[in-house]
């Protein structure tokens, strides 16, 4: 089971680290990666990472403000969002990538998926 934490209530050009942690296994193994979704949304991608941390993928709508970043001996995650924006407001989500066949910025590879944080960006 994941859990995401870290969110909360910033001002726009603030900062925040979400965090995710694993309970009941270990996800080192996989992939993961950060989703969010805003009200009247669809689920979105932000950030996927591989299992050893080497290689990072990201929307472009954080591309160049955020930084996703494992440690896999804490089996955690987390990502770094700077400068954020209001159109950042959404709840986030950790997951891990379970089907490899399918591209990691597609929600249907993911599964595990733990309760959100919300992240709300007041201008």
């Known amino acids: 089971q994941l859990q995401a934490s870290g969110g909360g209530l910033v001002q726009a050009g603030g900062s925040l680290r979400l965090s995710c942690a694993a309970s009941?296994?270990?996800?080192?193994?996989?992939?993961m990666g950060w989703f969010r979704q805003a009200p009247g949304k669809e689920r979105e991608f932000v950030a996927t990472?591989?299992?050893?941390?080497?290689?990072?993928m990201y929307a472009d709508s954080v591309k160049g403000r955020a930084t996703i970043f494992r440690d896999n001996a804490k089996n955690r995650m987390y990502l770094q969002m700077n400068s954020l924006k209001p159109e950042d407001t959404a709840v986030y989500y950790c997951?891990?990538?379970?089907?490899?066949?399918?591209?990691?910025?597609?929600?249907?590879?993911?599964?595990?998926w733990g309760q959100g944080t919300q992240v709300t960006v007041s201008s």
């Open positions: 997951a891990v990538h379970v089907n490899p066949t399918l591209n990691p910025t597609m929600r249907e590879g993911y599964d595990h």
């Open positions: 009941g296994g270990t996800f080192s193994d996989y992939r």
């Open positions: 990472i591989t299992w050893g941390g080497g290689s990072t």
